[in-house]
């Protein structure tokens, strides 16, 4: 499944990154003319037109009253236009029909034909107006959002005119631009045939390395969200696919793909609406990413209610599509989204800076990465709105600051995750070193309440047994006959026999000289008593091994003791083993203890029934910082337990002792 969407995402964003070079398909079917210089040496260098932009040679007017061609022509003659100055016309959002104009002279004995390229990416319609010397109408021509693809004067761009200028004549360009209720930024770029398409595939292949390296960075995200399954990657994806919709849309290939009614309706919302969108989930994003819900529950209060406010806003940006001929109201809601989400981006930057003082890794790279989307962004909507006169590459300023930042974001959270993941195992440490230290009481506790148990039946009961006993033995010498002495002799056996089981009983609680005693003798006494007992026949077979320490020699014999109980209690064997080895390649001492009885019952082997004896064991093996191995069927048990040690030297007093029987399953019950 996984693989799949990985697939689906991998050829769709390779698709989006690639939709920018489908120009050259334009390339191939197009005639490109390129002038005879020959004959004029320093033609490229002299012509005055062939600058690229088309500075201080454009003249506009404001449409107050609808004007026809003539009209226009007639405004313009008379110096009613007002010179452009400079290369950008950028009034901001406007509600009004702009009419431009400009002369081109072709001192040349050959015709020239200029590739004319008014830039934008928000303008709805075009008309352009050729007119000769005589004032004469030669060609009229529509482009823009209105025009389709197929009717449009030339294929490949929105808003693209062939202007023809025969030899030693001139030509009055009149251009209306109906922009009402959009941006009027405008770039005027005038070029030869030729030199136009090789600065479009340059264009192109800026824009196309920027949308797919966008694209390829939001697909890792995706990647990171289904193998993670953190929110955090989900915002990052989410507000990176808007921020690129907005790039996608600022060099009309959003319309190249819906061009038509679909295109002209929500056309003017897409930098209003998924601008708002981008500073929604940028704002969530970056309360994940420093985790401000849980430590700073002001702040996260302050950014949730300003989330909510853009939530209106965008609400209200899809009521325009409602009335969009309601010019003023639609720019108004439009400056406002704009503005809000400038104020979001700084907002973000400075909580980066607040940040500082908590985490100064993760801030550093937020604040760097959010200053180029910041940055980039703002750059783009202050020449939206007409506050300055932008330099025409704006765009690249908006597209490679959402490149930057979310390259060098991608990096912060790899980062972030290393860190986290390093204070997680460090968190998880400290928890496993406490419940260890924990238990270790525990144990400790339980150690020392035994002994302390063991030594007062010894001394307190076990002394009073022995006196009752010599006292019955006493009295049955001097008060009864032979007769009765039989059958009084067997209250002094059965005496006898409630000292030596409390004597075991002693045994088992705390068996004598822990710190004595090595622990092959050890094992070697509680078989002993085990086999005297004539339940069940045990062998032990015990090798070399470090010496141990004396907890890890207590915490070994009470969990053989554990196993030997269970054995006795609910196994039903006849015989049993005890086997302790050094794994020599792991430094770990390997205990085995299996029995050929009954086995384990399914549920306890499944846990759905627990029992002390089993959590004993649990606990026990765990304290060593040992695993535990449980094998069993209706043949047996077998209990494997590993338990590492230290240690240089070796027990002197062990040596091999074995006592073999049959190998078999064995048992385990709580």
Known sequence: MRIGIASFLVFAFFLIGRMENNFAQTIKSHKIVKPDTEQHPGFLKSWPYFNFWMEDMVYFFEEKEPLDWQEAKAKFHSGEFELLKGRVFNKGFTESVWWFAFQL????????????????SSHTSWDLFVIDESGELLEASKSGH?????DRP??????????????????????????????????????????????????????????????????????LLLFFKKRLYLYFALYLTADLIILLDIDNYIFSRYEGEVYLLWGPIILPFF???MAMFFIDFNLEFFSIRKSQISIYRYFK?????????????????????????????????????????????????????????????????NFFLAGGMIFYYVSILGWYEAHPLEMYFQGYGGFLHAAILMVGMLHQYHRTQKDKDKIT?????????????????????????AKDLHDDLGGNLALIKLKMELFADKHL???????????????????????????????????????????????????????????????????????????????????????LKHSQATQAKIKIELDESSKELKLVVEDNGKGIPKEILDGKVTGMGLSNLKSRVNFSNGRLDIQSSGLGTRVSVWVPVGGEGFDSEIGKKKKRIQPHSGLFEP
Not at 105 to 120: A, Q, V
Not at 167 to 186: H, I, K, N, Q, Y
Not at 331 to 353: G, K, P, R, S
Not at 429 to 453: G, V
């Open 429 to 453: 440490q400290e928890q496993i070193n406490t419940e260890r230290e924990i238990l270790k009481h525990s144990i400790q506790a339980q150690e020392n309440e035994r002994h302390r148990i």
């Open 275 to 277: 601008s708002l969108v």
């Open 146 to 150: 209105r025009v389709l693809q197929k």
């Open 481 to 567: 006959g032979n007769g009765d002495k039989a059958e009084f002799g067997d209250l002094v056996s059965l005496m006898e026999d409630s000292c030596k089981d409390l004597r075991y009983i002693s045994y088992e609680l705390m068996p004598s000289d822990f710190s004595s005693k090595v622990l092959r003798t050890m094992i070697e006494e509680l078989v002993e008593k085990i086999n005297a007992q004539k339940k069940l026949r045990f062998s032990y077979e015990v090798g070399d091994f470090p010496s141990l320490d004396m907890d890890v020699k207590i915490n070994l014999f009470r969990i053989i003791k554990e196993l030997t109980n269970n054995i």
């Open 305 to 369: 209610a300003w989330k909510k406010i853009l939530l209106v806003l965008a609400v209200l940006v899809l009521t325009t599509l409602v009335y969009p001929d309601w010019y003023g109201v639609k720019i108004l809601i439009y400056e406002v989204a704009i503005l809000a989400t400038m104020a979001t981006l700084l907002a973000i930057l400075w909580q980066c800076i607040r940040q500082y003082r908590i985490r100064s890794y993760e801030a550093l790279f937020a604040f760097g990465a």
């Open 105 to 120: 002279e072709n001192p040349l004995d050959s015709d020239i034909t200029f590739i004319f390229n008014p830039y934008s």
């Open 154 to 223: 030339i294929k490949y761009w929105v808003v693209n005119f062939e202007l023809h200028v025969p030899a030693g004549e001139s030509r009055d360009f009149l251009l209306r631009v109906d922009a009402r209720g959009r941006p009027t930024f405008t770039t005027f770029y005038l070029d030869l045939d030729w030199d136009y398409w090789w600065n479009e595939i340059e264009r192109g292949f800026a824009y196309g390395e920027i949308a797919g390296r966008t694209s390829l960075i939001i697909f890792l995200g995706v990647v």
